[in-house]
């Protein structure tokens, strides 16, 4: 088993496009990486460097103690899961899992031994004698699991391996692929565009943006304090509420002001953003930080009128969607409160956990992240 | 609203059935006089086999004749004896069968290791010399006759089977290489990653995942290409000439046609003779012929 770390990882295409900007990064031995960022964030290039499909054209990566820039893909002691399975369609699913081991020349028996042993652990033990278009697309997505498995690799590479699955059979293969790294205890690293598979599945997150990294720690770190405006806005859902204000200290009180919003923030805040008196900042706050002043009678200030566009009721929740001075909120709320779209209602924003960020570095004012 | 696709398919179902006819009529024709009397061919339409059956007179003796390769003494339905000279069929048969099965095998192993490397592996110049290859299919096969020919008489290759082998292996891969290109530039891209990560060579993927994946392009190639060389002249006219021992059956027709054009009973045999292989090959694999057909086109 082995870490893998990428340092000033570069890739520039022939044509010119820069598609990663010198990424560095440390996965742990053992750890649960997931990449995660809007499509052409360049984190399945990420991956696919590391697999060794993709040419690295600056930096170093390595596994291990080893740097690996240079090694055929094959001798790199990985293993890959692509999102279409990747089956190959004439094989049996025995024959897949076994063919891989049979190009290193493994003893038969050994081979045998390894394929069953893979099929148990991914219930597979009465399937080895089809072939993959005779499978769901959980069980070939299984397949393709159990070809990585069978290699007994140092890191395991998914590159969104659930997207082609339906919504119930994802969160399925989610828990099991968890499981799967609990009981290996390998490298994994994990390519995803759905924030819910790398809030749930990872150890920690590398949230990318245009090829940069935006930040890399631990989902509830992520959750909780976001180092910029695009992680903020990225991980979460419904995402968080960023709007500009401008901040003033009356009395030696902060406020964020808007159009018609005077919001008071809290003096630990304050205290962090003393030096921005009068400057345009980004508020965020995130929906479950802003509800109904009815589910909170006794607020005596932070809460405007605002006009209700829209009510999603999810059931155990419900999702407000409001105006305020021109600008759109949504607010996480409880189903006992009784709201209509068109209603006028009094919003209460929960001001100790607002995030300040910064309107040119769009960085985080009051949570400096640490660095991964 | 109803009746229009009603009318329209029994128009198209009505056109079908007359360009059927059109097709199948005189090859039924054909096979019909094949077998009848040469005393008979002369006299009656060969539809009289069908409207007066007694005095068909059916026989074989026409296959025999064009057949066989030596003399031979035919017995008629009245008892008379005649010796024949026979058109050796038989012998341009077996060449026919030696020309064609290295001429489909070589060209389109060739173009699928070509359409591999094109679609799949990076070099220097992949897409002008994939451009080049395609734009080959334009270049019409009677602009090369002369000049391969003087260069086949240098190296003594005229009059050999290796021969027209070579040529049709080189008109036959512009269009192999293309059709093999558009069908296994569509295979998966990451099944062959996968397959270079589980540590294949290049090699072994084209072996044991890119061949056995394109069965049914290779399946439909093999019978276009296998068509055209059974059923090509020219080529091998110009390359074979009139070598005795070598020649193919397109030419021993065309010599039939030439020394016996009065007897069709003769001649509607030795067409059914070189009929009878393609027939057999499109009825047995005619479930690739027309998924090969939209190969490329259509995903799956």
Known sequence: MAGVKLEKLEKTYPNGFKAVHGVDLNIKDGEFMVFVGPSGCAKSTTLRMVAGLEEITGGRIYIGERIVNDIEPKDRDIAMVFQNYALYPHMTVYKNMAWVLKLKKTPKREIDQRVKKAAEILGLTSMLNRKPKQLSGGQMQRVAVGRAIVRSPKVFLFDEPLSNLDAKLRVQMRVEISKLHKKLKNTMIYVTHDQVEAMTMGDRICVMELGRIKQVDTPTNLYNFPANTFVAGFIGSPSMNLIEARLTFENGVCYADTQNMHLRLPDEIGRKVKTYDGKEVFLGIRPEHITSKMANKEAIDNFFKAEVLVVENMGNEVFIYFTLDNNQYIARSDPSIRIKSGDRHEMWFDTRYVHLFDRKTKQNLIHKPKTG | ?300
Not at chain 2, 164 to 185: D, E, K, Q, R
Request: aromatic share 12%; with cysteine; charged share 15%.
């Open chain 2, 1 to 300: 609203m109803k009746k229009g696709p009603s009318t329209t398919s029994f128009f198209i179902n009505g056109l079908l059935l007359v360009i059927c006819l059109i097709w199948t009529l005189p090859t039924f024709g054909l096979l019909m006089t094949s077998f009848r009397d040469r005393d008979v061919v002369s006299k009656t339409g060969w539809w009289t086999t069908l409207t007066r059956p007694s005095q068909a007179n059916l026989t074989i003796d026409n296959y025999k004749q064009v057949l066989s390769g030596k003399k031979i003494t035919l017995v008629d339905h009245k008892g008379n004896k005649r010796t024949v000279r026979g058109d050796n069929l038989n012998r341009a048969f077996l060449n026919s069968l030696t020309v064609s099965i290295p001429a489909v095998v070589i060209p389109i192993l060739i173009a699928s290791f070509a359409a591999y490397g094109f679609a799949w592996m990076d070099f220097p110049g992949r897409k002008i010399l994939f451009i080049i290859v395609v734009a080959l299919l334009v270049v019409p096969l009677q602009i090369a006759l002369i000049p391969l020919l003087r260069d086949y008489g240098r190296l003594e290759l005229t009059g050999t089977f290796l021969a027209i082998w070579l040529a049709h292996t080189g008109f036959g891969l512009p269009l192999s290489v293309y059709l093999m290109y558009n069908y296994i530039s569509q295979l998966p891209r990451s099944i062959i990653e996968s397959a270079i990560i589980d540590g294949c060579s290049h090699f072994g993927v084209f072996w044991k995942l890119i061949l056995p994946l394109s069965v049914p392009a290779i399946a439909s190639l093999s019978i276009f290409q296998f068509l055209w060389v059974w059923n090509d002249l020219l080529v091998a006219l110009v390359f074979i000439g009139s070598k005795p021992g070598v020649e193919v059956l397109t030419q021993r027709l065309l010599y039939m046609i030439g020394s016996r054009g009065q007897d069709w009973h003769l001649l509607c045999a030795g067409a059914f003779v070189s009929m009878i292989l393609p027939l057999t090959v499109f009825l047995s694999l005619q479930r690739y012929f027309v998924r090969g057909l939209l190969a490329g086109s259509v995903k799956g």
